[in-house]
């Protein structure tokens, strides 16, 4: 699928994915820092991707991960800081909310500051949640 808007694209096709800004972007983050290149590149292999363009220069992303039936995950969610404030942010989040892999019953998405964008898309908290993290023995 592909959405336009202006100058800018969003695609779900991973053919002309800038893999460096990927990790560089994820490691600038506070969910992602210090996730090895490996592990992002499996995770991208295994996911639906959605990827921002301005003039076929990559400058946004998000990962979905689905059974395209009773749960879908929306992470790794950012724009370049160069774009932010153009309302790109809102723009991934309308496309991964209008996929094919989101039209689940469940979604999840977690943040620790973007509460107020996600709403807007019908998220609410949630307090049921436990995670693991775990990077050794992966590969």
């Known amino acids: ?5 202006d100058n800018y694209i969003i695609t779900d096709s991973k053919d002309n994915i800038d893999i460096e800004f990927i990790v560089n972007s994820l490691n600038q ?14 995770a ?4 639906i991707l959605l990827s921002l363009f301005c003039d076929n ?3 946004g992303f998000t990962r979905i991960v689905s059974d395209f039936s009773c ?8 724009v370049d800081k160069k774009y932010r404030g153009n309302g790109l942010g809102k723009f991934l989040m309308e496309c991964a909310t209008s996929h094919s892999s989101t039209k ?6 977690g943040t620790k500051d ?3 964008l996600y709403e807007k898309y019908g998220f609410v908290k949630a307090e049921m949640m436990m995670k693991k993290i775990e990077y050794e023995n992966l590969f």
């Not at 991208?44 to 996911?47: A, P």
């Not at 749960?71 to 950012?78: E, G, L, P, S, Y």
């Open 1 to 5: 699928m592909e959405w336009k808007k």
């Open 29 to 42: 983050t506070y969910w992602a820092e210090g996730r090895p290149k490996q592990l992002i590149q499996n």
């Open 44 to 47: 991208i292999n295994n996911s």
């Open 57 to 59: 220069k990559q400058i």
């Open 71 to 78: 749960f879908a995950w929306i992470c790794d969610v950012f």
């Open 104 to 109: 689940v019953r469940t979604i999840l998405l």
């Open 114 to 116: 973007a509460h107020g």
